[in-house]
């Protein structure tokens, strides 16, 4: 039980990334006018601040100068910021620590006139912090993992007057009432809920918002949600705003929805980013009505038959991860496209049509899939292409079309088990002449024993009377 117990708790300091070296923050040598002088606490650079806190609270500040505007605290033992804690006129606070707890009521004092954006990262934070009761002009809040089970009206109608950009990812029993508080969104990012979404969810700001997320990276972690694991029904909710730029649905029911692209067509004149991430899709979505989409992601679903000609071809970045994928689908109509993730699928073999006319494709990742062989004729056409992520599958040698890739930088082919035979003179020219090339080796000469070095080498060179590989 007790391994149990430590284990949950390291994941979770590694999920927030609070754990720290001991021996304390790592940085620069501290500004002159630092309000901390204490530099293995609070180090300073230009107008910012990061401390980490060796005890329940920080250190005050031996000074009041104000050229620090920005303040990111974090560290394990932190549990309260007092009164005079904090330097004054600051923009930006940041807190990050699983046992927070507490902001004294003047705690932000100092900084009621020019306090911008407040985030706090912590477990045990239980309530909205009432030093924000009097800040003028806070425009973001970001509440990450805390608990809070009350929330003050009062409070949340006087935030609500200003803030455009609103973060809760905190676990919640029912819809949020005092949502409807915030009336200046632009940007909303709420936990993907384990109830139903009210139909009026977003009627009061069905004009100005802009970025709509659902994160489900906790919705089955048994410490905030102990019941029974059922995907919520998609929230028709979503289909009133008018202005939605940016749309990201997690672990949402979409399998039910008669079609996912007519749900989104009226978005055609403003959406220009689309993930639907583990939402249960067997089938693509034809989304051809949204000109405006440049970014795609529906990944973590099972999408055997992944069909491109029904997708904009607006599109520059496209991210299809555990997508099941049997075959790579023809992307040659994506004349745009940038970026290419197709990580953890199925596949064996990249066919030589599927990139073809990709011109301006700089970034192209297809780790962990298993592929054995790349048909010549690939990468003719990849002129921009700088990095290329092959790693984790199942080439034993360097295909001849690798030497296609003329602008390629970064090379990964980490878990591929290359044999050192020897290979042609291209793709000796064509290896030395990337930057960085990372890959593993299973058989080698006993005298070069690294991949990379024996395909750089003069003795990987083929002869006459040698077999090509490749």
Not at 104 to 109: G, T
Not at 217 to 241: H, I, N, S
Not at 254 to 276: C, E, K, Q, R, W
Request: aromatic share 10%; hydrophobic share 40%; charged share 20%.
């Amino acid at each position: 039980m007790m391994c149990r117990v430590f284990r949950s708790s390291l994941l979770a300091w590694l999920m927030l990334g609070l754990i720290v070296p001991s021996e304390g923050v790592n940085a620069t040598e501290s500004a002159k006018d630092c309000p901390w002088q204490d530099s293995s606490v609070c180090t300073c650079s230009a107008n910012q601040a990061i401390c980490y806190a060796r005890g329940p609270r920080i250190p005050k500040p031996s000074n009041n100068l104000t050229q620090i505007d920005s303040l990111s605290i974090s560290g394990y033992r932190l549990i309260e910021i007092g009164d005079d804690d904090l330097p004054p006129n600051l923009k930006k606070i940041e807190v990050k620590s699983l046992s927070f707890a507490y902001f004294s009521s003047n705690a932000l004092r100092k900084s009621l006139k020019t306090l911008e954006r407040f985030s706090v990262w912590s477990l045990n934070l239980t309530e909205l912090p009432g030093s924000l009761r009097e800040v003028e002009g806070l425009e973001g809040l970001e509440l990450r993992h805390a608990r809070i089970k009350t929330w003050n009206r009062n409070l949340t109608r006087h935030l609500g007057r200003t803030i455009k950009n609103l973060t809760l990812n905190v676990p919640l029993d029912k819809w949020p009432e005092w949502i409807t508080d915030f009336v200046q969104l632009e940007t909303l990012l709420l936990r993907t809920p384990h109830f139903e979404v009210p139909p009026d969810a977003f009627d009061h700001v069905q004009n100005t918002l802009k970025k709509l997320e659902f994160d489900g990276q906790f919705f089955y972690r048994y410490d905030f949600y102990p019941g029974p694991f059922v995907l919520p029904m998609f929230p028709e909710a979503v289909t009133k705003l008018q202005s939605l730029e940016m749309l990201s649905l997690e672990r949402f029911n979409l399998s039910t929805v008669p079609d996912v692209g007519a749900t989104f067509a009226g978005f055609g004149n403003t959406l220009h980013t689309l993930y639907l991430r583990a939402c249960d899709l067997s089938v693509t979505p034809n989304l051809l009505l949204l000109s405006k989409l440049t970014k795609l992601r529906l990944s973590f679903n099972n999408l055997l038959n992944f069909r491109t000609d029904i997708l904009p071809p607006t599109l520059q970045f496209i991210k299809c991860v555990r997508c099941h994928l049997i075959d790579i689908p023809d992307f040659s109509h994506f004349k745009n496209l940038t970026e290419l993730s197709l990580d953890f699928n199925d596949f064996s073999t990249i066919r030589s049509t599927v990139f073809q006319g990709l011109e301006n494709l700089k970034t192209l990742s297809l780790t962990k899939n298993k592929i054995t062989s790349i048909e010549n004729g690939t990468f003719l056409d990849t002129s921009s292409l700088d990095t290329l992520a092959l790693s984790g599958n199942s080439l034993s040698h360097l295909p001849e079309a690798m030497a296609e890739a003329k602008s390629i930088q970064l090379l990964q082919m980490f878990g591929n088990f290359f044999t050192c035979s020897c290979i042609s003179q291209d793709l000796n020219s064509w290896i030395r002449s990337i930057d960085t090339v990372r890959a593993s080796v299973k058989i080698c000469q006993e005298d070069n024993p690294d991949i990379v070095s024996f395909w750089r080498s003069d003795a990987s060179l083929c002869r006459d009377d040698d077999p090509i590989v490749g």
